[in-house]
Structures are given as C-alpha cells and as structure tokens.
C-alpha cells in the first residue's frame, strides 16, 4: 500500500496551528473527521492520544507518525500536519517534529497498517524530499511531490 493510496490533499494542513503534540493530535482528528472513513472522531483522538501517552511516536528526523487501531474508522485513512516551528514531540532524537503523520485504521488491517508505517519512514528518510515537502505551498502540491516519489522509489 501507498501513502497516496491512503492520503488525499482534504486531509493535509500545511500550517499546523496546535502549540503541542495533543493540541495537534486533536486538530488532525478534527480534519479527518470529515472523511466518510472515519465514524467516530472521539474514539480515534482517544486511542491515538493513549497510543502517545504509552511511547512517543515522534520516529526521529523531524517526522511523527500517531497512530491507532480503532473500530472509529473504516478502511485506512491518513492525514499529514506540518509545522515549520515545529512541535515537541518527545522524539527520539529529542528534536521537534515538522511533519505529522496521522494513520488510523479499523482492527482488522495489521499487515497494511504496518507496511505503510515503514513505507512512509523510509520515503522521508530522504532529507531534500522531506525539505520539498516543508516547503510546499499547496495540498496539491504536496500530494504530486509523494506520487512522484512513489513512482520512483518503492
């Protein structure tokens, strides 16, 4: 499975207006409640806000990736927030996150849900995409620069 399979331009906020990880968390879940794959919106802040509370999800390299299992969600969605300040995340690397991934999904998905975690860690590792990335000014931009480098890369 692809990120663009799964991320439309609808759900990317391209300036994130949380000041920290919970207020973002919550303004992401917001955005994505208006996708028909998303039934309830307070059960799935609820688990990727416990999911955070267990083991910070901020992977290192300025990328977060939230993310839950929740009978809130039909299918996969995903939705991607980006901050230039940045947000405290408790990363791994112990600096501030810029891009957040939200990925939601119903239970029954485990093997796709863990395959696109690890695709989207390895399509950001690439640090002049990730920058391409921060500095777009449009969803639809965003989404042509993650479809090209899926043609290219995976």
Excluded: W
């Excluded at 331009?9 to 000041?19: A, D, H, P």
């Excluded at 968390?25 to 990727?48: F, H, I, Y």
């Excluded at 639809?140 to 479809?147: K, S, W």
Aim: charged share 30%; net charge neutral; proline share 3%.
């Amino acid at each position: 499975m692809k990120l663009s399979d799964v991320l439309t331009k609808e759900r990317i906020i391209i300036n994130l207006t949380g000041k920290d990880k919970y207020n973002v968390l919550e303004e992401m879940v917001q955005m994505a409640r208006a996708s028909e794959k998303v039934t309830n919106e307070t059960d799935l802040l609820k688990k990727v806000t416990e999911r955070e509370k267990i083991k910070s999800t901020g992977i290192g390299g300025g990328i977060g990736i939230p993310h839950a299992q929740t009978s809130g969600v039909r299918d996969i969605i995903a939705c991607l927030g980006i901050s230039e300040p940045g947000i405290e995340f408790n990363a791994i690397d112990g600096k501030p996150v810029h891009l957040i991934f939200l990925i939601a999904t119903n239970e029954r998905t485990d093997s796709k849900y863990l395959g696109l975690l690890s695709r989207i860690a390895r399509l950001f590792m690439d640090e002049p995409f990730k920058q391409r990335i921060m500095k777009s000014t449009s969803p639809e931009e965003i989404m042509t620069l993650i479809i090209e480098k899926e043609k290219n890369n995976i």
